[in-house]
């Protein structure tokens, strides 16, 4: 099957999908415009469909007086048992990090709850159910404004909307600045922390670590970042930013989601272009037993042979 990248052109950035009953649901980042977070559906993977927003009103998203570039960052969409969760940070306001439900993707979704600090969030159970929430710990508000803390974790209570005890630190990568968009994976006995690094410029990566629980210890695959475009002359850089929103159905097959920017080359100073923050699609590879991101094609506008990637709910 073929796959055409980027997924859906445009101003569509930090892609995270989700699969619920054979049906394909993904949102992206929409800053401080509402309607806010756009949820498209697809049955291949192919062609999308814009189906409605998480946020409709006004005081869902809180960001009435933001800066530009603030509001809604990376939000993650979840499936189970019947609801739909998406988990996002609305930076730079008094929301911070809200968790929205609905039963239909299209709407209506709840006014949302607030859950923990920091940005870029993650939601995660393990078998037993616990809720796990995994974040970059930058404060982007208030007197810790811009203070950076790691990949943070916690243990939450998704119906009360708060957390059950301090966040503690994870793996925070291998030494790049700005580790963020951290996602969580249960693959066999293992599971899988993903992050971005590097920071969202040219340096921009994908690291990966592995670990025997949702909460570590995990260890770095050694040859981190597994996916960046950096000191290249690709066309396509900046690819992360939520790294690895993957699918799998428990086979073999599992691929990754992300952003890419094309940059405006003007020399040694270069334009990023936000309006072509683009969704796109690898196919994931084993490195060493690690499941890692597979590489983008070089073109601008390419297309990726794979098989049918389903995802994880």
Not at 63 to 80: F, K, L, M, N, Q
Not at 183 to 190: A, F, K, P, T, V
Not at 249 to 276: E, F, K, N, Y
Request: proline letters at 10%.
């Amino acid at each position: 099957m073929r796959f055409p990248n980027p997924l859906i052109p445009g101003f569509n950035p930090d892609p995270s999908v989700v699969l619920a009953d054979g049906v394909y649901y993904l949102v992206t980042s929409t800053f401080e415009y509402l309607p806010g977070i756009p949820v498209y559906r697809s049955t291949d993977l192919v062609t999308w469909t814009h189906i409605g927003n998480v946020a409709t009103r006004p005081e869902q998203a809180g960001a009435d007086e933001v800066a530009t570039s603030g509001g809604v960052w990376a939000p993650t969409i979840r499936y189970r048992d019947g609801v739909f969760y998406v988990i996002v940070t609305i930076a730079m306001t008094p929301r911070g990090c809200v968790v929205f439900t609905a039963t239909d993707p299209a709407g209506p979704w709840s006014d949302g709850i607030t859950s923990v600090g920091g940005i870029d969030p993650d939601l995660a159970w393990d078998e037993d159910g616990t809720a796990y929430v995994t974040f970059s710990g930058l404060h982007t508000s208030h007197e810790q404004m811009g203070q950076h803390l790691g990949i943070q974790q916690v243990r939450v209570d998704l119906a009360a909307g708060k957390a059950l005890e301090a966040p503690r630190s994870l793996w925070s990568g291998a030494g790049l600045k700005f580790p963020e968009a951290p996602h969580l994976y249960h693959r066999g006995d293992s599971w899988y922390l993903l992050i971005a690094e590097g920071g969202t410029e040219r340096g921009h990566g994908i690291s990966v670590a592995r670990g025997p629980s949702p909460e570590g210890p995990f260890e770095g695959h050694p040859a981190n970042p597994v996916l960046s475009a950096r000191s290249t002359s690709r066309p396509i850089q900046s690819r992360s930013g939520p790294p690895g929103n993957r699918r799998t159905d428990g086979s073999s097959s599992t691929g990754s989601s992300r952003s890419s920017t094309r940059p405006i080359d003007i020399g040694p100073a270069d334009l990023r272009r936000p309006d072509v923050a683009d969704p796109a699609l690898s196919r994931d590879r084993r490195r060493d037993g690690y499941r890692a991101p597979g590489r983008l094609g070089r073109p601008a506008r390419g297309e990726l042979r794979a098989r049918r990637l389903p995802v994880p709910r």
